[in-house]
């Protein structure tokens, strides 16, 4: 979190205080923090008492979420932590008050609550590399297996239906699902996109593919090419090497507006089709545990979320606002710690099912430990970053995705794309509304003058961004590592070709 501007902290003070029992002094400690989706004030009572004063951002760097989607959150987060204090003993802060509009004396929707014991993992692994600890593997498996004992916990409070969570006085029921893929990048704004709640679990992941499909062709697809992967440093031999090439792609989609053009917005249409016909597989597996219902999970664990004692004990658990029921399969992805964005580990990912298989053998329920095979959480893994659009290379998900299809699994992902783009008339159809939607040429050229013309270089890196143009257009193939390490031939010999191994990964 980084520090912002305080609101009306004198208001937030004095709603505090109103709620203690007796009068007692409050200050606010520290200054407003600011985080991904939130504006955070630490509260402290004279009695040494912690409470978190939290209402939404409304910045244009956030979310930028709409106020009455901002209080459904709240209002389901409220639901969901009252429900799990009095149904489960899974460690969250206690809700001390809520208001999900503005009319209050504060001026904004809030929740005002206990304050999380302990430090963030993310903390506590920073704390013990300045002290020398190189290798946090240890307490990563630590928690690793906690989560699994709580994943088993949340396993057991099950409703009938997918989505989030409402209700208050001790009754408490299932509405519409406000994961991010319904709502985040603008998704929020697909008014044809069923949200739920869903009886069933095909009905949910088609609802899902329907979200990923709208916003592939009605929304900014930001870095996402379907062939041209946005490069990641790993991949690279060295920084010197990582920035020309990230240049190289930066500038090579600048030409011609590739990203967001109807032939890269078609590729994804087309991709789609291929992992909504293994939607039966993803679903079929956890058919006999969802006649128990569907179990509640939290929706985004990651290090900042999970906080500990200095023994890497779980202290608590926070920012639940997006907490939904689920899939069992869902829930049973094991969290990617420490870093959210990375697959789990097969050390971790193996540690966390042995925590849920320890708890539901404990009480009495081993089978359930049993009912969904690792192979297929990891395949929702690569489903959900595909279906989310949460990743900076959505053809690696897609790749693995495509090795489930019923009938063309064995044959190459980019031949079969491509004769869906030519043998298809949906395909066709699609492409043609696509591409009303396009800009024009001589706009989008203005653009590009105006890109090239911030550095002295910049005809020469258009000049290279042409050629690499004319490089992939010769085989259309996805675009890898060493397509943008490749050297360039000069401009007298700019008919030169270059393999197609080049143009692999």
Same mark, same amino acid.
């Given at each position: 979190?980084?520090?912002?501007?305080?609101?009306?902290?004198?208001?937030?003070?004095?709603?505090? @205080?109103?709620?203690?029992?007796?009068?007692?002094?409050?200050?606010?400690?520290?200054?407003?923090? =600011?985080?991904? /989706?939130?504006?955070?004030?630490?509260?402290?009572?004279?009695?040494?008492?912690?409470?978190?004063?939290?209402?939404?951002?409304?910045?244009?760097?956030?979310?930028?979420?709409?106020?009455?989607?901002?209080?459904?959150?709240?209002?389901?987060?409220?639901?969901?932590?009252? /429900?799990?204090?009095? $149904?489960?003993?899974? #460690?969250? #802060?206690?809700?001390?008050?809520?208001?999900?509009?503005?009319?209050?004396?504060?001026?904004? #929707?809030?929740?005002?609550?206990?304050?999380?014991?302990?430090?963030?993992?993310?903390? /506590?692994?920073?704390?013990?590399?300045?002290?020398?600890?190189?290798?946090?593997?240890?307490?990563?498996?630590?928690?690793?297996?906690?989560?699994? &004992?709580?994943?088993?916990?949340?396993?057991?409070?099950?409703?009938?239906?997918?989505?989030?969570?409402?209700?208050?006085?001790?009754?408490?029921?299932?509405?519409?699902?406000?994961?991010?893929?319904?709502?985040?990048?603008?998704?929020?704004?697909?008014?044809?996109?069923?949200?739920?709640?869903?009886? =069933? *679990?095909?009905?949910?992941?088609?609802?899902? $593919?329907?979200?990923?499909?709208?916003?592939?062709?009605?929304?900014?697809?930001?870095? $996402?090419?379907? @062939?041209?992967?946005?490069?990641?440093?790993?991949?690279?031999?060295?920084?010197?090497? %990582?920035? &020309?090439?990230?240049?190289?792609?930066?500038?090579?989609?600048?030409?011609?507006?590739?990203?967001?053009?109807?032939?890269?917005?078609?590729?994804?249409?087309?991709?789609?089709?291929?992992?909504?016909?293994?939607?039966? !597989?993803?679903?079929?597996?956890?058919?006999?545990?969802?006649?128990?219902?569907?179990?509640?999970?939290?929706?985004?664990?990651?290090?900042?979320?999970?906080?500990?004692?200095?023994?890497?004990?779980?202290?608590?658990?926070?920012?639940?606002?997006?907490?939904?029921?689920?899939?069992?399969?869902?829930?049973?992805?094991?969290?990617?710690?420490?870093?959210?964005?990375?697959?789990?580990?097969?050390?971790?990912?193996?540690?966390?099912?042995?925590?849920?298989? *320890?708890?539901?053998?404990?009480?009495?329920?081993?089978?359930?430990?049993?009912?969904?095979?690792?192979?297929?959480?990891?395949?929702?893994?690569? %489903?959900?970053?595909?279906?989310?659009?949460?990743?900076?290379?959505?053809?690696? $998900?897609?790749?693995?995705?495509?090795?489930?299809?019923?009938?063309?699994?064995?044959?190459?992902?980019?031949?079969?794309?491509?004769?869906?783009?030519?043998?298809?008339?949906?395909?066709? +159809?699609?492409?043609? @509304?696509?591409?009303?939607?396009?800009?024009?040429?001589?706009?989008?050229?203005?653009? +590009?003058?105006? %890109?090239?013309?911030?550095?002295?270089?910049?005809?020469?890196?258009?000049?290279?961004? !042409?050629?690499?143009?004319?490089? /992939?257009?010769?085989?259309?193939?996805?675009?890898? #590592?060493?397509?943008?390490?490749?050297?360039?031939?000069?401009?007298?010999?700019?008919?030169?070709?270059?393999?197609?191994?080049?143009?692999?990964?």
């Amino acid at each position: 979190m980084t520090a912002e501007a305080p609101f009306d902290l004198d208001a937030v003070v004095s709603l505090a @205080r109103s709620k203690r029992e007796r009068p007692i002094g409050c200050r606010v400690e520290g200054k407003p923090l =600011i985080g991904s /989706f939130n504006r955070v004030v630490m509260l402290r009572f004279d009695d040494g008492t912690k409470w978190v004063f939290r209402t939404p951002r409304r910045e244009r760097t956030g979310q930028n979420l709409p106020s009455s989607l901002l209080s459904k959150l709240i209002a389901s987060e409220t639901a969901t932590l009252n /429900f799990l204090a009095s $149904h489960s003993t899974i #460690p969250v #802060p206690k809700v001390i008050d809520y208001d999900p509009c503005n009319a209050n004396s504060v001026g904004v #929707p809030y929740i005002l609550m206990t304050c999380a014991t302990g430090t963030s993992f993310s903390a /506590f692994l920073r704390r013990k590399k300045n002290d020398g600890v190189k290798d946090p593997s240890v307490a990563v498996t630590k928690l690793m297996t906690q989560l699994g &004992r709580i994943s088993f916990a949340l396993s057991e409070l099950r409703f009938s239906e997918i989505g989030s969570i409402v209700g208050e006085d001790g009754l408490f029921g299932v509405r519409e699902c406000l994961l991010p893929s319904f709502l985040f990048q603008d998704r929020r704004r697909l008014a044809a996109i069923p949200r739920g709640p869903f009886l =069933i *679990e095909q009905a949910y992941h088609h609802a899902l $593919h329907a979200a990923f499909v709208g916003h592939a062709s009605d929304l900014s697809l930001s870095h $996402h090419f379907f @062939r041209g992967p946005f490069p990641e440093a790993a991949h690279y031999p060295d920084g010197q090497t %990582y920035q &020309r090439a990230l240049d190289r792609w930066n500038d090579f989609m600048t030409v011609g507006d590739k990203i967001d053009s109807s032939d890269n917005r078609v590729e994804y249409h087309a991709a789609g089709s291929l992992v909504r016909d293994i939607l039966p !597989q993803l679903s079929e597996v956890t058919e006999s545990s969802s006649s128990r219902g569907f179990p509640l999970g939290h929706a985004d664990l990651s290090s900042s979320n999970i906080f500990v004692d200095e023994d890497a004990n779980i202290t608590c658990i926070i920012d639940w606002e997006f907490a939904s029921t689920m899939p069992l399969a869902q829930l049973l992805i094991a969290p990617g710690l420490p870093n959210q964005r990375e697959k789990a580990s097969p050390e971790n990912a193996a540690a966390f099912r042995a925590g849920f298989a *320890e708890a539901a053998a404990t009480a009495g329920n081993a089978v359930v430990s049993k009912l969904v095979p690792r192979a297929v959480t990891d395949v929702l893994w690569h %489903y959900f970053r595909w279906i989310n659009l949460d990743t900076s290379c959505d053809y690696h $998900h897609f790749e693995v995705l495509f090795g489930l299809h019923p009938k063309f699994a064995d044959m190459d992902p980019i031949d079969v794309v491509d004769a869906l783009l030519r043998d298809r008339p949906e395909m066709h +159809e699609a492409w043609r @509304r696509l591409a009303a939607g396009d800009r024009e040429a001589d706009e989008i050229e203005s653009d +590009e003058d105006t %890109y090239f013309a911030v550095t002295d270089d910049g005809d020469k890196q258009r000049l290279a961004a !042409q050629k690499l143009t004319e490089r /992939f257009e010769r085989t259309r193939r996805v675009m890898g #590592p060493e397509f943008w390490m490749a050297d360039l031939p000069d401009e007298e010999d700019s008919d030169e070709c270059i393999s197609s191994t080049e143009l692999s990964q």
